[in-house]
């Protein structure tokens, strides 16, 4: 009588690994070394956000605020018309008079502009 051959994990890989599915796992396994985290913004720097944010909103400044854009740092500058208090949502009017939603949470740094 024959043999029974068993040829262990080899029977569960895939026989034809196509380039694309290639690329992705090569994409999934690497790490972008390029991106920026998030820096960790402690109680007393969020409360000075908050506090310029304010001051802007009474004295109709310009502020410009730079927010974390998936990793990317991003600038915007305008005027703060409206805060959500529930949501924390900050709604922005551009120098274009066009409006912009950010959340509180993307905000990495507020300058008040003069």
């Known amino acids: ?12 890989q895939a026989a034809l690994i196509m380039p694309e599915h290639k690329a992705v796992n090569k994409k999934i396994g690497e790490v972008d070394y390029f991106l920026n985290k998030k820096p960790i913004l402690d109680e007393y720097l969020v409360e000075e956000f908050e506090n310029n944010i304010h001051y802007a909103m009474e004295f109709h400044l310009t502020i ?7 990793g990317n740092p991003q600038e915007l500058r305008g005027y703060c018309v409206y805060i959500h208090p529930f949501t924390k949502e900050l709604r922005i009017q551009k120098k274009d008079s066009s409006f912009v939603k950010i959340r509180f949470d993307e905000v ?7």
């Open 64 to 70: 410009r605020f730079t927010l974390h854009n998936e």
């Open 1 to 12: 009588m024959g043999t029974i051959r068993d040829r262990g994990l080899v029977k569960w």
């Open 108 to 114: 990495i740094s507020v300058i008040v502009e003069d």
